[in-house]
Nanobody, 123 residues
Framework: QVQLVESGGGLVQPGGSLRLSCAASGFTLDDYAIGWFRQAPGKEREGVSCISNSDGSTYYADSVKGRFTISRDNAKNTVHLQMNSLKPEDTAVYYC????????????????WGLGTQVTVSS
């Protein structure tokens, strides 16, 4: 059974850090481009970051560039999103998605999706 499960969300103060994880079962994440998305209440879904399956290149939205880092842990079939210097506007449900083709494809919303993990940045 193909499944993606996000974890690592929670409540953190502004300026704090969290590391989200996207764990896969039923397929090998290294064969897929992996994207992280977020959606806050009343806002459109935003593609936050992506890591390619072809050359390991990465993409970051301007809103998170320099603060978030995406990485693979192939031994654990997991992709992480390290989030530093968190701001209240980072509050959202964060989802990961996997597409076998490319970051361009996964960032359009195709592929497998997880159910999300809540991140709340508040003092």
């Amino acid at each position: 059974q193909v499944q993606l499960v996000e974890s690592g969300g929670g409540l953190v103060q502004p300026g704090g850090s969290l590391r989200l994880s996207c764990a896969a079962s039923g397929f090998t994440l290294d064969d897929y481009a992996i994207g992280w998305f977020r959606q806050a209440p009343g806002k459109e879904r935003e593609g936050v970051s992506c890591i390619s399956n072809s050359d390991g290149s990465t993409y970051y939205a301007d809103s998170v560039k320099g603060r978030f880092t995406i990485s693979r842990d192939n031994a654990k079939n997991t992709v992480h999103l390290q989030m530093n210097s968190l701001k209240p506007e980072d509050t959202a449900v964060y989802y990961c998605a996997a597409d076998p083709h490319s970051c361009r494809a996964v960032l359009t919303g195709t592929g497998y999706w997880g159910l999300g993990t809540q991140v709340t940045v508040s003092s």
